[in-house]
């Protein structure tokens, strides 16, 4: 009988020293993992609840009823003439995108621990796969608001053609401050305790429960520095048909902010992964 041989290749990960840029095409080798992460992301969350996924659309639907009552009905703040409940739950679909994928990827990296000690994967993947999660939260609120919108004769016009521009920066916002969090979380875990203080706050200083108008024009520059200023404003001049119009200077200014925001964020988590494994 011949003799057979199995032969194995040892292949040894050495982290690289500087600055290291994103490798796409290794993100492309991982997908199916990343596509895993998200799906599982989305099953844990809902795991042992009594109405499950409806959660996705209870928690938008309960801050619209209570911001169209103190801001619409107490406060009577200006709506250009929209169904406060549609100018609110407008604002709530990318805040609470931005929102919760800032909650889940900023704790994903140490919540992941055992993965990222045992085997390699571009770490990238954990922060993003929760943000593509969240994508799909998006989506069945969407769904919701276009009912909503129907329900109160909202017609869309050509100015939903842009929306998928200010998703876009929706989603760079989210990425450029989740990959900040989550890559400090590792090494200071007070931030998963900061991150929910920053998100209430957060809620109250963007304009999701009333126009940006409302801001006095000395504060519109400081207020214009909440990168979700710009898109919050974006999202309803898109979907409100134009009605409201966004300060297009701050908008240029949220922009700015979300892309360093974005550079910043990849840079200082591909510079601080290399220790993941040893500091988890």
């Known amino acids: 009988m011949r003799s057979s041989e199995s032969v194995f290749t040892e292949r040894l990960i050495r982290p690289k020293s500087g600055f290291v840029p994103i490798d796409f095409s290794e993100l492309w080798r991982y997908h199916e993992l990343l596509i895993f992460l998200a799906w599982r992301s989305m099953l844990v969350r809902y795991k042992q609840t009594v109405i499950g996924i409806a959660w996705i659309v209870i928690q938008p639907i309960l801050i619209m009823i209570v911001f169209t009552v103190i801001f619409g009905k107490i406060a009577k703040l200006p709506s250009e003439g929209i169904p406060y409940p549609v100018l609110t739950f407008v604002a709530l679909l990318p805040w609470q995108f931005f929102a919760n994928s800032l909650t889940e990827a900023s704790n994903s990296v140490v919540a992941n621990a055992n993965m990222i000690s045992k085997?390699?994967?571009?770490?990238?993947?954990?922060?993003?796969?929760?943000?593509?999660?969240?994508?799909?939260?998006?989506?069945?609120?969407?769904?919701?608001?276009?009912?909503?919108?129907?329900?109160?004769?909202?017609?869309?016009?050509?100015?939903?053609?842009?929306?998928?521009?200010?998703?876009?920066?929706?989603?760079?916002?989210?990425?450029?401050?989740?990959?900040?969090?989550?890559?400090?979380?590792?090494?200071?875990?007070?931030?998963?305790?900061?991150?929910?203080?920053?998100?209430?706050?957060?809620?109250?200083?963007?304009?999701?429960?009333?126009?940006?108008?409302?801001?006095?024009?000395?504060?519109?520059?400081?207020?214009?520095?909440?990168?979700?200023?710009?898109?919050?404003?974006?999202?309803?001049?898109?979907?409100?048909?134009?009605?409201?119009?966004?300060?297009?200077?701050?908008?240029?200014?949220?922009v700015v902010i979300v892309t360093i925001l974005l550079i910043t964020g990849a840079y200082y988590f591909r510079k601080m992964e290399k220790t993941f494994a040893d500091v988890i």
Not at 162 to 175: C, D, E, G, Q, R
Not at 190 to 195: F, N, Q
Request: proline content about 6%; overall charge positive; charged content about 10%.
């Open 119 to 254: 085997i390699y994967f571009p770490r990238l993947i954990i922060p993003t796969s929760m943000i593509i999660s969240e994508m799909l939260n998006f989506a069945i609120s969407f769904v919701v608001l276009i009912g909503l919108m129907f329900w109160y004769s909202v017609v869309l016009t050509y100015t939903v053609f842009f929306l998928p521009l200010f998703f876009l920066l929706a989603t760079a916002a989210a990425v450029g401050a989740s990959l900040w969090l989550a890559a400090l979380n590792v090494k200071y875990r007070d931030i998963k305790h900061v991150v929910p203080f920053l998100v209430r706050i957060g809620l109250l200083i963007s304009p999701v429960g009333f126009l940006s108008s409302v801001v006095p024009e000395k504060y519109q520059f400081l207020y214009s520095l909440n990168p979700m200023v710009g898109v919050i404003d974006g999202f309803r001049w898109c979907l409100l048909g134009g009605k409201v119009v966004p300060n297009w200077t701050g908008l240029w200014i949220s």
